[in-house]
């Protein structure tokens, strides 16, 4: 290599000059007999003079841990910078070639690398660009030493190749260790730096990481099904209850479109709430029912929100709540609420309709009683009686479902009841139908109105019959079961029948409801066993399965160490007369005329009284006798409770039969709650009055 270095002396007394530089003593052994002769040949390097700053007292860090690469072709150059940076306390490594250079950098890792420009097999500016490529080397800074003074092209080049800085011959030792010291600090500060960055981007991809955790653990433990879709309907993210309510998993929804699961009479609902929700209206709630994967629908409560990227709506982000068992409460609550309208409308007309037909059986009765009557008039007569009783099964069926019938509920044994039955039963379905019975518990005690228990294994059977027309079997199964810690009766009728379908079940009990063609069903059927069992403190269920028949279950409180009360056929039973005197108080006149004129036919004495003032002005005679007040409950000015209760003072002896067309809603809100009072309920015919008047006659008293 040729150097056109400018020569400088170096005399022993100015190195002794400077006795705290800490490289004296190596360079002025390393430059040996030439230092001693004053001078250092064709060196770059020139040391500073006392004029140029470095007192006695100047010293210089040491860097012990850093290593330094220098490379550099010629001798002496590559020997100087040995010793002073050795001497700065740096480990320095030397090569004299670039490529040399490079793999002693790949091996070594060294904090800086100094090299000179000019070299024979690789030039700095090649070692700079070899290095910059480098994945292990490239972030190391190069110093670049130039021999040429004043070579711009040069520097510019090094500058362009990576070169971090450049140094120019003649330079002195100190402007050397201050551009490696600045070079090193400088990397360092950028090292420091970048893992600063990296640790801040490590802790905030963490965070991140673990902010999307909590975000994905709460929506994936949510409750309400959370999603996304796009602006087209194309579901983008669910999360996991989605499979628990509508059965497909989370891929399978992701594969899907909106419209693909919402029921198609929501279709149109559902394009609104996109069209709404795009139109700026914010957050918006509707109603939509999903298809499930069985078939099944469920019913959501939606709120949906838009999705924007860069200001731009990009799709659709939606809280689904499933509000199903929150539907079928509120349809629950409007079946009751028709239920109860219904019931008011019956138990409104209830008290009038029970007084017309209480005449019109009364007086087809006594008229059918009469001899000698001629045929086609009798016949006439009966159907007319048969019209009454239909019109009277009606008002009880009407009451019935409303559950505002007037029971007389006793204990009853309820598989003595399915027993006496089964002719009537067998009768009512037909042949070409099997009745099967499973009565297990015995005895099977409950406490019910017989006559209503009765009414719902007729309606039962009836229902069951209409649902297999080409043939099937009938099964009534009683056992004995336990509902909320205390004992209970179930009776479960069952039939192969056609079945149900969910639709049907929901509206089942409904009054009217029938899927019957016109004129052939009343639809009070089914609603009328839900109001007996309702009343009589049980409960019903319905299951029912297309193709695969209906079962209704009746659970009903089980009294025990009870004796079951005697039954009596009244049927049998001749119609009793007698000669007490009655008082008879009722506010309706054509009721009054037809139950004087049938009590008296049977002997008695009837004093009849328009309403209960009346009744008291005949009662004020103390010479005539009254064995029974015959009175009606509901009466304007004073009620048949009140009657009775005053009279009792005057006359404690005096036995009370109290008679009503109204509901026992009414009946309780005028004081007659108790078992123990004698009651009989309109309509009724000229037996069963004569008959219950002479039960009460014949009863005991109460001072007896």
């Known amino acids: 290599m040729t150097l056109s270095l400018r020569s400088e002396f170096v005399t022993s007394e100015l190195i002794s000059g400077y006795p705290d530089i800490p490289w004296k003593e190596t360079y002025m052994n390393t430059a040996g007999e030439n230092l001693r002769q004053g001078w250092f040949p064709r060196s770059g390097l020139q040391l ?27 001798p002496d150059q590559l020997e100087l910078m040995d010793v002073v940076l050795r001497n700065c306390g740096y480990r320095v490594l030397t090569t004299t070639d670039g490529g040399e250079g490079f793999n002693t950098a790949r091996r070594e890792h060294p904090d800086l690398i100094v090299s000179d420009v000019s070299m024979p097999r690789m030039s700095g ?51 050397l260790v201050t551009k490696v010291a600045q070079l090193i600090e400088r990397k360092q500060a950028e090292v420091e730096i970048r893992e600063g960055e990296e640790l801040f981007r490590a802790a905030a991809e963490m965070e991140l990481r673990r902010s999307e955790e909590r975000y ?143 005449v019109i059986l009364g007086y087809s009765e006594m008229l059918l009683r009469r001899p000698n009557i001629d045929d086609p008039v009798y016949r006439s007569l009966e159907e007319i009686k048969k019209a009454g009783e239909r019109a009277s099964s009606l008002t009880r069926q009407l009451l019935a479902f409303s559950r505002k019938q007037v029971l007389q509920p006793k204990v009853i044994d309820l598989n003595s009841v399915v027993a006496e039955m089964l002719k009537l039963l067998l009768r009512l379905i037909g042949e070409d139908l099997e009745l099967v019975t499973d009565l297990k518990p015995s005895p099977a005690r409950i406490k019910a109105d017989p006559g209503q228990i009765e009414q719902v294994l007729v309606n039962l059977a009836v229902n ?37 379908d969910a639709e ?148 404690p002896q005096l036995k009370v039969l109290y008679m009503s067309g109204y509901t026992d809603d009414a009946i309780v809100r005028h004081g007659l709650m108790e078992e123990t009072l004698n009651f009989i309920q309109k309509p009724f015919d000229s037996v069963m009055v004569a008959r219950k008047v002479r039960e009460v006659l014949d009863s005991p008293s109460a001072t007896e």
């Open 48 to 74: 500073i003079s006392r004029s140029q700053g470095l007192g006695k007292s100047s010293s210089f860090d040491r860097h012990d841990d850093l290593t330094v690469l220098v490379i550099n072709d010629h």
């Open 216 to 358: 994905r653990d709460l929506v994936e433990n949510a409750r309400d099904v959370i999603y996304t879709h796009d602006l087209a309907g194309n579901y983008t993210s669910i999360n996991k209850v989605a499979e628990q309510l509508i059965g497909y998993t989370q891929e399978e929804i992701l594969t899907m479109n909106l419209f693909e699961i919402v029921a198609p009479e929501y279709h149109e609902k559902a394009r609104q709430l996109i069209d709404t929700t795009l139109a700026g209206e914010g957050e918006t709630t509707h109603d939509l029912e999903i298809l499930s994967k069985g078939g099944s629908r469920v019913a959501f409560e939606v709120n949906a929100r838009l999705i924007y990227q860069s200001g731009v709506p990009i799709g659709v982000q939606g809280i689904a709540r499933d509000v199903t068992e929150r539907k079928h409460l509120e349809a629950q609550l409007r079946q009751s609420q028709k239920l109860e309208a219904v019931g008011q409308l019956a138990g409104g007309v209830a008290h009038d309709f029970n007084n017309l037909l209480t």
């Open 504 to 651: 049907t079940q929901a509206h089942v009990f409904e009054p009217f409801f029938t899927t019957k063609p016109a004129g052939e069903g009343s639809g009070l059927g089914l609603a009328t066993v839900y109001g007996i069992v309702k009343q009589s403190g049980g409960n019903i269920w319905l299951s029912s399965e297309r193709g695969k028949g209906t079962t209704f279950r009746i659970c009903l409180p089980r009294v025990d160490d009870v004796a079951v009360d005697p039954e009596i056929d009244a049927g049998k039973q001749p119609i009793p007369r007698g000669t007490e005197t009655l008082l008879l108080v009722e506010d309706e006149e054509q009721v009054r005329r037809i139950i004087t004129e049938v009590l008296e036919r049977q002997g008695y004495k009837v004093l009849a009284a328009l309403n209960g003032e009346e009744a008291l002005k005949i009662a004020q005679d103390e010479q005539i006798e009254i064995h029974l007040l015959l009175t009606d409950v509901v009466m304007p000015q004073m009620g048949g409770r009140e009657l009775a209760e005053t009279l009792s003072k005057s006359r």
């Open 125 to 175: 500016i090649e070692l700079c660009r070899l290095v910059r490529s480098d994945p292990v080397l490239q972030t190391t800074p190069v110093l670049l030493v130039s021999a040429i003074r004043k070579d711009s092209d040069s520097v510019v080049e090094g500058l362009r190749a990576g070169a971090d800085d450049y140094l120019e011959a003649p330079y002195d030792p100190m402007k």
């Open 464 to 500: 069951a019959r209409d649902a297999m027309p080409r043939g099937g079997k009938l099964i009534i199964k009683t056992e004995n079961v336990v509902v909320d810690d205390e004992p209970h009766l179930m009776l479960t009728v069952s039939d192969t029948g056609h079945g149900m």
